[in-house]
């Protein structure tokens, strides 16, 4: 496992790390508080020392898990969670998005809840769950300098909602210097890291990127193939026909990224995300140990080559040569777009994931 530093922080984290959003929820499939521990104590032995959780991942569950997990390891890793959720004062209906509170006070107290959960008394990374830019003002800016100079977090961020809010976001972001944005980024769904990449590049920021979903829900991994069917016992299942099929096709034309013996597609598609030097870590979703240690791996993989790199952005740019949409486009605006039209940028139809909570 390689290591690299978040933003203009000090704090180190694994190339590929953990997103906790998988344990103390039921959004992936049910699993025991002992299958996660044990997902997390595995994670650590493969070297992965960055933890990604959030305060409204299980109402809490999440972090308490985590929490628990880590505790015997404490100084040996990096834990990272997210505010601006009220669960606390409103019931979680099905999947949908829960009303968000995003003030200073508000950014404090659940920074203090979270730590009371997690049993620790400061986090490496605290981040603006899927804020909306005109809510974070300068009483939201203050309260996490605040947090900081008081030693209750060491760097901060912003981590994007996919059809909550992320141009304007992330553009902010990275100006304010906030140390990571975490984003939606993967072969089958480019435009957002690329835009922030010519964003860093344009300010000279210091920000981090911290791309999450990177194998497409299951698609890049090949975990959701034709064999397996529709019947997911999870948010994928409720996914139209046309962003199976679409995703298919365009593993097919990606083959030439695998090596045999040296660089499976799961790793392919976290090692494209490394290849970019703004990527601090890449959090994939993880479902079994054979999971982690296939993917930790790809921290020490061949890199994908200039070749490749370039062949990638053809195929991309000509949407892997398919014609119809996935049946997802509705789902990956921007607040209703206007901020994306602006901008210029072109909502190429692609695969990958999306959904309202994260």
């Known amino acids: 496992m390689n290591y690299r530093t978040l ?23 049910d699993r025991t508080t002992q299958d996660s521990i044990d997902l997390i104590h ?20 999440s972090e308490r898990v985590v929490g628990e997990a880590v505790s015997e390891y404490r100084d040996e890793v990096t834990l990272a969670t997210k505010v601006g959720y009220d669960f606390y004062n409103n019931p ?14 508000w950014v404090r107290s659940a920074t203090e809840k979270s730590l009371d959960r997690l049993g620790v008394d400061h986090v490496e990374l605290l981040q603006l769950h899927n804020a909306n830019v005109d809510e974070v003002d300068e009483d ?10 008081e030693g209750l977090v060491d760097a901060v961020g912003w981590a994007l909602g996919p059809s909550i809010g992320w141009l304007a976001e992330g553009d902010m ?60 016992d999870d948010h994928r299942g409720f996914r139209p026909d046309a962003w199976y099929e679409t995703g298919w096709e365009k593993l ?18 976290i090692a494209f995300l490394l290849s970019h030097d703004a990527v601090a870590t890449v959090t994939p979703t993880f ?27 053809d195929l991309y740019a000509d949407n892997f040569g398919i014609e119809r949409d996935d049946g997802m486009d509705s789902l990956r605006s921007s607040v209703d777009g206007d901020d994306i039209a602006a901008a210029g940028i072109d909502k190429r139809p692609s695969a990958g994931p999306r959904n309202s909570a994260d």
């Open 140 to 149: 939201v800016l203050e309260a996490l300098d605040e947090l900081r100079e």
């Open 42 to 61: 595995h994670a650590i032995e493969e070297g992965i020392t960055y933890f990604d959780t959030g305060d409204v991942y299980g109402h809490g569950e």
């Open 92 to 105: 979680q209906a099905g999947h949908g998005e829960l009303p968000k509170e995003m003030t200073g006070e």
């Open 252 to 269: 097919e034309t990606l083959r030439f990224l695998e090596r045999e013996g040296e660089r499976t597609m799961g790793q392919a598609a």
């Open 173 to 232: 972001a990275i100006t304010e210097e906030f140390d990571s944005v975490q984003l939606v980024w993967n072969l089958f769904e480019q435009e957002v890291g690329e835009h922030f990449l010519e964003t860093i590049e344009h300010t000279g920021s210091s920000t981090s990127l911290v791309p999450r979903v990177p194998h497409s829900s299951g698609l890049l991994n090949e975990q959701v193939t034709p064999e397996t069917g529709h019947d997911l």
């Open 287 to 313: 479902h079994t140990k054979a999971d982690i240690t296939e993917w930790a791996a790809a921290s020490d993989v061949p890199k994908l080559t200039d070749e490749e790199l370039t062949r990638v952005k």
């Open 7 to 29: 933003g203009g922080s000090d704090v180190e984290v694994s190339e590929v790390g953990f997103g906790a959003w998988v344990v103390g929820t039921d959004w992936w499939g």
